[in-house]
């Protein structure tokens, strides 16, 4: 079992930036990938923004340019800073994790609780 925890929610202006933390803790498992998803009220979960073990990144076009995804490898840590936000942004932002516990064995995913972004306009 992996344990996922996010923090750095909270409330700000538009056009206000936040940093969003992930932190993953578990026995012998190394992460495949990382990524940061979102939900809405009366909206379905969207990918934000995702970063490989190997340090690939990718994020949705409706962040790009304002959300930037980055990783700690030694300490299971991802981060999501985002800058100029917008109250479209309003979410609830989830952590999720793939890892594997054996090279070449299945992987498994695991999310976080997580965490409320508000964005005042």
């Known amino acids: 079992q992996v344990q996922v925890v996010e923090s750095g929610g909270g409330l700000v202006q538009a056009g206000g930036s936040l940093r969003l933390s992930c932190a993953a803790s578990?026995?012998?498992?190394?992460?495949?990938?990382m990524a940061w998803h979102r939900q809405a009220p009366g909206k379905q979960r969207e990918l934000v923004a995702i970063?490989?073990?190997?340090?690939?990144?990718d994020s949705a076009g409706s962040v790009k340019g304002r959300f930037t995804i980055s990783r700690d490898n030694a300490k299971n840590t991802v981060y999501l800073q985002m800058n100029s936000l917008k109250p479209e942004d309003t979410a609830v932002y989830y952590c999720?994790?793939?890892?594997?516990?054996?090279?070449?064995?299945?992987?498994?995913?695991?999310w976080g609780q997580g965490t409320q972004v508000i964005v005042s306009s």
């Open positions: 999720n994790v793939v890892v594997q516990y054996a090279n070449g064995a299945p992987r498994f995913s695991f």
């Open positions: 578990g026995r012998e498992f190394s992460i495949n990938s």
């Open positions: 970063i490989t073990s190997g340090g690939t990144a």
